[in-house]
C-alpha cells in the first residue's frame, strides 16, 4: 500500500537535545512539507521541499532543520534552539508541489520535551 | 496575504441530525479550498476541495461543501451525522502563488 510513514510514533527528549523525525513516503510524490500541531492553533508549516536537494522555510522555521537527500525521504531535526519544541509533527507529501495539489498526511509524531 | 477562519472551535451534535461547520477566508485572488478531517491521533485526510467549477463540491464520508464567493466562505455540510464522524475539522484555502493556510479546526462532537 502507498502512503506515508513517521517514526517514532511518540518520542521523548531532555531538554536541549538534538532529535530526529523521520518521514518516509512511497508515493512517488516529488513535494514533502512538515507542520507542526498545537492545540487551538491549527497546522503550521515548517519546511517545504519541491524537489530533492531542496528545500524552502514554512512559517515557523527556527530552531529546526532538514534535508532531501532522496525522494522518498525527508527527515526533520528538532534542535535545541527550538524554545518550545513539544508538539504533534505531521509530514505530509502532494504530488507536485502546486497549490491545488491535495497533501497526504502521516499519522504524526509526538514529540515530548521533558 | 490570506487567512482563513473557523468561527466554531466546538460543535456538539446528536447521531443523525444535520451539521454544519463554519470557514471563512480572506484573500484578494481566487483561491482553492480544502476540508481536511482528522481522527484521534492520526495524520490528516482530504474530505473535499474546491478547485473552480460547480460551488457545490461532494466529498466522502457523505460530506459537502459550498463555495460562496460573495460571503467569502466554503461551509462543511452533512444531513445526517454518526458517531464515528467525531473528530476535528479543519478548513484550508491557498492560492496559486502561496502555500496552504490551515484554520485552527473544528472538533465536532457527535453524542448517541
Known amino acids: 500500500d502507498g502512503g506515508i510513514t513517521q517514526s517514532p510514533k511518540y518520542l521523548f527528549r531532555k531538554e536541549g537535545q538534538n532529535v530526529t523525525l523521520s518521514c518516509e513516503q512511497n508515493?512517488?510524490?516529488?513535494?514533502m512539507y512538515w507542520y507542526r500541531q498545537d492545540p487551538g492553533q491549527g497546522l503550521r508549516l515548517i519546511y517545504y521541499?519541491?524537489?530533492?536537494?531542496?528545500?524552502q522555510k514554512g512559517d515557523i522555521a527556527e530552531g529546526y532543520s532538514v534535508s532531501r537527500e532522496k525522494k522518498e525521504s525527508f527527515p526533520l531535526t528538532v534542535t535545541s534552539a527550538q524554545k518550545n519544541p513539544t508538539a504533534f509533527y505531521l509530514c505530509?507529501?502532494?504530488?507536485?508541489?502546486?497549490?491545488?495539489?491535495?497533501?497526504?498526511f502521516g499519522p504524526g509524531t509526538r514529540l515530548t520535551v521533558l | 496575504a490570506q487567512s482563513v477562519t473557523q468561527l466554531d472551535s466546538q460543535v456538539p451534535v446528536f447521531e443523525e441530525a444535520p451539521v454544519e461547520l463554519r470557514c471563512n477566508y480572506s484573500s484578494s485572488v481566487s483561491v482553492y479550498l480544502f476540508w481536511y478531517v482528522q481522527y484521534p491521533n492520526q495524520g490528516l485526510q482530504l474530505l473535499l476541495k474546491y478547485l473552480s467549477g460547480s460551488t457545490l463540491v461532494k466529498g466522502i464520508n457523505g460530506f459537502e461543501a459550498e463555495f460562496n464567493k460573495s460571503q467569502t466562505s466554503f461551509h462543511l455540510r452533512k444531513p445526517s451525522v454518526h458517531i464515528s464522524d467525531t473528530a476535528e475539522y479543519f478548513c484550508a484555502v491557498s492560492v496559486i502563488t502561496d502555500k496552504l493556510i490551515f484554520g485552527t479546526g473544528t472538533r465536532l462532537q457527535v453524542f448517541p
Open positions: 505530509a507529501s502532494s504530488i507536485a508541489g502546486q497549490y491545488s495539489d491535495t497533501q497526504y
Open positions: 508515493l512517488n510524490h516529488d513535494a
Open positions: 521541499s519541491q524537489i530533492v536537494n531542496d528545500f
